[in-house]
């Protein structure tokens, strides 16, 4: 069923994992879909897989890139019914280990740079009564935090705050934003020390923070293609694995 028949979406952090999931199966559920993000030949290979319609070479960290970049998905789609921001670096360090060049980095990416596509988006979204989704992550409500992911943590907590603040100045947008739980195989995790994250892990474990699995980028993709076909609005949602037995 094509449930999101000629809806014109535009996902943003589409080359790999969960993002790449979510223009797949927006496109499969009927959506004309454009991608951004700025590995072009990831991108130029879903076209050709059939998750997406056009692909566009953009960096959320560049103000004049996710303006043209924006742009470029509108005349491409013919306007702009759905944005979805699905952008997540992380990188595993303790607050004091991190210099200003990772926090620029990563304040960055996961949050200047979806104010800056949403700054460029809301009119097309306004005009349209559209839908804006941003990914979060469910460590934001962690307590204690976990250990290691400070960064990352603060990174999504403020995005957590733009999402309200954006609801406020756009009310005929419908905004949403989604906590996501532990999601394997994506990029998330590429740069680790692995011996030091599965320590980590431990210990997040004895906490009570993970849940003994992780979901796949489609069961994350299945719930956002949900809030894009619904027609009532969705401020908040999570999406979190179940225990493993």
Request: glycine fraction near 8%; include cysteine; hydrophobic fraction near 45%.
């Amino acid at each position: 069923m094509e449930r999101l028949r000629d809806q014109r979406v535009f996902v943003v952090g589409a080359s790999s994992g969960i993002g790449r999931a979510i223009a797949t199966a927006a496109a499969a559920a009927g959506a004309r879909v454009a991608v951004a993000a700025r590995r072009s030949d990831a991108l130029e290979g879903l076209v050709r897989e059939g998750g997406a319609a056009h692909a566009i070479p953009m960096d959320v960290c560049e103000g004049a890139s996710c303006e043209a970049g924006v742009a470029r998905a509108s005349e491409a789609l013919g306007g702009l019914d759905a944005l979805v921001y699905a952008v997540g670096v992380a990188f595993m360090h303790e607050v004091r280990d991190v210099d200003g060049t990772q926090w620029q980095d990563i304040l960055t990416a996961n949050v200047i740079g979806a104010a800056l596509v949403a700054r460029a988006a809301m009119p097309q979204l306004e005009a349209t009564r559209g839908r804006a989704v941003f990914l979060s992550s469910i460590s934001t409500d962690d307590f204690p935090p976990r250990r290691g992911l400070g960064p990352y943590m603060v990174s999504k907590a403020a995005l957590n705050k733009l999402v309200e603040v954006l609801q406020v100045e756009h009310k005929r947008v419908r905004l949403t934003r989604i906590s996501v739980g532990d999601t394997m195989p994506t990029d998330f995790a590429n740069d680790w020390d692995m011996s030091a994250a599965g320590e980590l892990v431990r210990e997040w474990t004895e906490q009570g923070l993970m849940f003994g699995r992780a979901m796949q980028p489609t069961a994350v993709a299945s719930h956002v293609v949900d809030v894009l076909a619904s027609e009532e609005s969705i401020p908040v949602t999570r999406i979190v694995p179940t225990y493993a037995d």
